[in-house]
């Protein structure tokens, strides 16, 4: 079964950093884009930052040069960098990522979600 399991939610101050990883594993045959997402309360989701398996970067206007999307295509992870973290910036926070896992014996495409990691920036 395959799944994403993210790690290193938590509560920082105004100003702090913390390191976001996201870890797929499962019957994986290849994985194309892993991005991060946010849903905030009361809030839709959106998308936080995403790269794709060459290692191109893209990210929300509100967490340019703060923010360091990364990953380890050995270790099927990718990880987000937070720095200079504001209050506006606490939410749950989702990985995402495009694979082609097996499914009943046959690769499919498919898009999977982890169940989230809280992050609470305090003022």
């Known amino acids: 079964q395959v799944q994403l399991v993210e790690s290193g939610g938590g509560l920082v101050q105004a100003g702090g950093s913390l390191r976001l990883s996201c870890a797929a594993s499962?019957?994986?045959?290849?994985?194309?884009?892993m991005g991060w997402y946010r849903q905030a309360p009361g809030k839709q989701r959106e998308l936080v930052a995403g790269?794709?398996?060459?290692?191109?970067?893209n990210y929300a206007d509100s967490v340019k040069g703060r923010f360091t999307i990364s990953r380890d295509n050995a270790k099927n992870t990718v990880y987000l960098q937070m720095n200079s973290l504001k209050p506006e910036d606490t939410a749950v926070y989702y990985c995402?990522?495009?694979?082609?896992?097996?499914?009943?014996?046959?690769?499919?495409?498919?898009?999977?979600w982890g169940k989230g990691t809280l992050v609470t920036v305090s003022s």
């Open positions: 995402n990522a495009e694979m082609i896992a097996d499914v009943v014996g046959r690769g499919v495409l498919m898009d999977y």
């Open positions: 499962g019957s994986i045959f290849s994985i194309n884009a």
């Open positions: 790269i794709t398996s060459g290692g191109s970067t």
